[in-house]
């Protein structure tokens, strides 16, 4: 059982940044790999990114690819999500998981409780 805590979230206006942090309890993801995705009100979950085990490998969805980076620090069982050059768009509730090394969110068994974002214009 992993449990995983986002923090980070908040009210910014368009052009800011903001970092989410996905912490997992007792500092550890279980060797898995460890993706972000967001929900905005009315739509279905979105993948946005997915960092590898040992965080060498990473994928992006498009509409993040040139302004959000995913890292992660295993020694502190943290995941972090930059985000910069934030537009209303991003507005919504984001959450990180742990699973496998995929875009489908049936392939993660463990979600976090997700952390609010809105961006205003």
């Known amino acids: 059982q992993v449990q995983l805590v986002e923090s980070g979230g908040g009210l910014v206006q368009a052009g800011d940044s903001l970092r989410l942090s996905c912490e997992a309890a007792?500092?550890?993801?279980?060797?898995?790999?460890v993706g972000w995705f967001r929900q905005a009100p009315g739509k279905e979950r979105e993948f946005l990114t997915i960092?590898?085990?040992?965080?060498?490998?990473?994928v992006y969805a498009n509409p993040v690819k040139d302004r959000f980076a995913i890292s992660r620090d295993n020694a502190k069982g943290t995941v972090y999500l930059q985000m910069n050059s934030l537009k209303p768009e991003d507005t919504a509730v984001y959450y990180c998981?742990?699973?496998?090394?995929?875009?489908?969110?049936?392939?993660?068994?463990?979600w976090g409780q997700g952390t609010q974002v809105t961006v205003s214009s």
């Open positions: 998981a742990a699973g496998s090394f995929s875009r489908d969110p049936a392939s993660f068994a463990f």
């Open positions: 007792g500092r550890t993801f279980g060797d898995r790999a």
């Open positions: 960092i590898s085990r040992d965080g060498a490998s990473a």
